[in-house]
């Protein structure tokens, strides 16, 4: 049977999500944890190759096993071979016309940036300090621009081995609570550090750098050097991955 | 001159505040900081002796010096020598009289709960994780009979060199947002534990296994072993010390 698990993890001390040679990522550790509790040799695909430092708190891997164990109880099995910093919560039984990333709908990720006077020490690893008061009210007004199908190559960085640029974003909304920015956008899929540009961006705008009202040209440029510059990784969490038929 | 500055950290990787030999502690920490800025060894006494593991937001330490660094300017300046999980969020001069310890008027902690099906791996370091659900209701009905002047001693670790276990409390409120249990305590002075033991008899009375109308009789039985479990040191934050004569 094919399996679907959910996965969360804390992407400070992986080398990404993506199994590599050499480095230590999240890919690795599950399938070193599904091999313990299956005592064979597991393979999963995933639906998002998250980088270094990136956190999530949902994204589908995908295997396929014979052992039957219920789905309801499989996380809870999977986590006592894990270690804290990655969690499985949730696991759905999927037909075999799953495809982990072809049956995504969506994915939703939000950036996180710290505006004030000086660093939280705990929020080091979850946030891009920013020291300079962001307009929030500016942010709001760049980020309908972005929203529809457009290309975004101006928001991709180079080395992207992308056959088209074109995607499609469906919400993209900054708030703030406290000193915390939140910068959420949902789409039918993001290009190689497509959100930390888009994020980068907006902090341009909010500082006065770009304005909201050239945000279409920047698009229609397809010039990444026009765009703001690419935030750091730990502000970036992949929030939720929206898939066909399995009812999420 | 006598100048208090205000420090944050992450306690994660610390022994906690206090300076002891052959372990790092953020006492140690910050006073290398201020001898590498003075050139000259520097001695701080601390508000608080946060344990291994508990977080801060704002907590003094104060020390004499003859140098004459603005106030205004001097976070940043020792800022520059301390790692990120430690960051100086305010400085200010204090008169003679100032005493770290009994210039305090109160202290405010904050601690949090998970409180779901699974652990979140952002969380780990900042959180105690509870997967049975809580009931709020009840935990606030159990705050009310905290507040006020008691003899704390069912609520305070053994092995504590306190003269007295009379401790005042101002106020103690539980709060949750999304999957977040938020204790908040404000009181004159804590006792060694004393907020993690009380969490965990929140904790116990959320769970049903106290009932809140049994908090009052617990109080006055001064017996360590009535009162719940204490809660691990991750989920503890010094929130604020208020302090006379500052002006905060």
Known sequence: MNILLMVAYDGTNYCGWQRQSGQMTV???????????????????????????????????????EQNIPADRLPYAVNAFLPDDIVVNGAYIVDD???????????TYEYKILNAPFRDPVLNHYTEFIHYPL?????RRACIHFIGEHDFKAFCASGSDAKTTVRTIY????QKSGDIISIKVRGNGFLYNMVRIIAGTLVYVGLGKIQPDEIPQIIQSR??????????????????VNYEKIGR
């Open 171 to 174: 919400s993209l909304d900054v």
């Open 27 to 65: 890919q690795q550790r599950l399938e070193e944890a599904l091999s313990q509790l299956y005592k064979k040799p597991i393979t999963v695909r995933g639906s998002s190759r998250t980088d270094t430092g990136v956190h999530c708190k949902g994204q589908g891997a995908l295997y396929t096993v």
């Open 135 to 139: 307009n929030m009210e500016k942010m």
């Open 97 to 107: 016309g799953f495809h982990p990333q072809y049956s995504v709908i969506d994915k």
């Open 223 to 240: 010039d990444r050097a026009r765009a703001g510059k690419t935030l750091v990784p730990n502000g970036l969490t992949l929030l939720e």
